[in-house]
């Protein structure tokens, strides 16, 4: 089951994970709920609605996301694995920043620098590794969120990024 994690404009602005901590930490009281939680969050951040900027424009939303990563949050572990989800996008954004972005049709194909999308893989899964030998959890679960995890970013860079194309007024 999908469930939202909010995060205000106040935690991203002073880049404060407590809250993501705090929810992460009550899901892992319970081996059976923590096992269930993989794959099933997604982010919303509150506060940017009168935003006119998507989230990937928003510079502190990207610099929070990257800064997690580096914090150590177990993101692979938790997200959503539908790359057209929009969490995982972000998250790619954030630590490899977008390149170059075509206009094919009404998408946007987006290349990313190979040094840092390694080192973004990289860097999750480690996260995730020492998140689920913490906790226990099976090498079994763990191939398998792997697996997908792969699956996904190899099927979301195959195709063009859902950006929309851009109004011409």
Known sequence: MLSCLIISKEEVENCNFSSVEKHFSRFS???DVLI??????????HGYDNNESELYEIPEVMNWLSESIKKGIPWFYFLSLDFKASTLKLLLYSYCGIGKKELIGDRYLVSFNGEKLKSFIDIN?????IFMQK????????????????????SGMKETDPFPKPKIN
């Not at 899964?125 to 590794?129: A, D, G, H, R, S």
């Not at 906790?135 to 190899?154: A, C, R, T």
């Open 29 to 31: 009281k319970k081996s």
């Open 36 to 45: 269930n939680k993989h794959s099933s969050i997604e982010l919303m951040f």
């Open 125 to 129: 899964f480690t996260n995730m590794n």
């Open 135 to 154: 906790y226990g959890l099976s090498i079994e679960l763990n191939k398998q969120i792997s697996s997908k995890i792969l699956e996904v970013l190899e």
